[in-house]
Nanobody
Framework: VQVMESGGGLVQPGGSLRLSCAFS?????????ISWFRQTPGKEREWVTT????????VYADSVKGRFIISKDDDKNMVYLQMNDLKPEDTGVYYC?????????WGQGTQVTVSS
């Protein structure tokens, strides 16, 4: 399974970005899930949000709750992260991870920079 993120960039505080995560395939298992993580230099990778492939259940870190929205398009094997009201502390490399059939698959990451 190949994973590729896109959509990162430079945005001013208060702005929005939508990240995309393309999977070469999805598995149909109900417990499979896709998550977004982020990482800044000198810090550990931080979990941001998760969506279950088999349903619409989502969960968010408190730091992004109410501002970020994760969604998926099953027909296109795509997962999206809509990020609104961005803050400088949202800056980092954003990674998409698939938990598919008991295995983890990571993308290469996409840089998000929030700065004026």
């Amino acid at each position: 399974v190949q994973v590729m993120e896109s959509g990162g960039g430079l945005v001013q505080p208060g702005g929005s970005l939508r990240l995309s995560c393309a999977f070469s395939e999805f598995t149909p298992f109900r417990k499979d899930a896709i998550s977004w993580f982020r990482q800044t230099p000198g810090k550990e990778r931080e979990w941001v949000t998760t969506i279950l492939i088999g349903g619409l259940d989502t969960v968010y870190a408190d730091s992004v709750k109410g501002r970020f929205i994760i969604s998926k398009d099953d027909d296109k094997n795509m997962v999206y992260l809509q990020m609104n009201d961005l803050k400088p502390e949202d800056t980092g490399v954003y990674y998409c991870r698939g938990n598919l059939g008991g295995y983890y698959y990571w993308g290469q990451g996409t840089q998000v920079t929030v700065s004026s």
